[in-house]
């Protein structure tokens, strides 16, 4: 594969019941950014319809948006549980979608994610090209009593920069080591790759994937910076009709803000302009 690192390209998994969340995604992206590939891994319950008409908005962005289908029979290996389904498990073939660009930049961002600055900036470090992944530790479960495949730092999968030359044969190895493991498993193909990964993959600053655990943990007020990626771990998701702790509130109104505002309105403004400071300081 010919390097090329003047184009990034986003992998997102989905299926239909996450349609919300993933239009929150792709705005925020557009607010942020502009001439990127976008690639929205599926099962087949996401129609090609619902993808064209949110083309035209990346087009005046010079960007592109394509729908790609696994075949559902891939996914029946994987056991659902809890709110992990199925689906997290597209990130596996994120390998097929190579051969649509010959960039080595990929970065997969699963759907309860919102932009709020430029997440590329993880490409430009000097360890992009020595390893085949970027992450960011999760505090969560970082900070449990014990897990079993927590092997020293531990990252959290719902972000991951990836370098697409070291990624040969990856795909089919993650679903031997998922065979393997799977009734053991406590956080489904995070847990897998940590354990793929382990030792091979390069720690990247916590604001490139600030998860709901660094608002608990006031990591966002301690260091006075407003995040670039808010992703919202856990079961209960912000467009949810529930309670949710104070230390999170400023990230849930962004998710929300996003929600309400249309494609259209994004685009009348220049990049950068809905940058939200997160915190209270």
């Known amino acids: 594969m010919t390097t090329d690192t003047s184009t990034a390209n986003i992998v997102v998994a989905s299926d239909r019941n996450y349609l919300d969340y993933l239009d929150i995604v792709l705005k925020s992206l557009l607010a942020h950014h502009q001439s990127f590939n976008v690639f929205i891994l599926n099962a087949g319950d996401i129609s ?26 891939e996914l029946q290996r994987y056991h659902p549980s809890g709110y992990i389904t199925q689906a997290t498990y597209l990130r596996y073939y994120i390998a097929k979608l190579f051969e649509y660009n010959q ?51 531990y990252f959290n999968a719902g972000v991951l920069y990836i370098n697409a030359d070291q990624w040969v044969g990856v795909t089919e190895q993650l679903i031997q080591l998922t065979e393997k493991l799977q ?21 990247i600053d916590w604001r490139y994937n600030c998860q709901l655990e660094h608002f608990l943990l006031d990591r966002v007020n301690t260091e006075n910076v407003s995040p670039d990626l808010i992703h919202f771990t856990g079961p209960v998701k912000p467009l949810a009709n529930a309670q ?17 505002t249309s494609y259209q309105t994004v685009l009348e403004n220049p990049i950068g302009f809905f940058k939200f400071v997160l915190t209270s300081k």
Request: charged residues 20%; aromatic residues 18%; glycine residues 4%.
């Open 48 to 73: 090609p319809e619902w993808v064209m008409e949110r083309q035209q908005f990346f087009a005046q962005r010079q960007s592109s948006l394509r729908l790609v289908y696994i075949n559902q029979d």
């Open 183 to 203: 009734e053991t498993l406590v956080y489904g193909d995070q847990d897998v790759l940590n354990v793929y990964f382990h030792k091979h993959w390069f720690a």
């Open 103 to 153: 960039s080595n930049r990929w970065l997969y961002l699963d759907c309860d994610i919102v932009i709020n600055g430029d997440i590329f900036q993880p490409f430009s470090d000097s360890r992009f090209s020595q390893f085949p992944l970027g992450a960011v530790q999760d505090p969560f479960v970082s900070n449990l009593a014990q897990h079993r495949f927590r092997q020293g730092d």
């Open 244 to 260: 949710f702790a104070p230390k999170a509130q400023r990230a849930v109104d962004l998710f929300r803000f996003y929600a309400k």
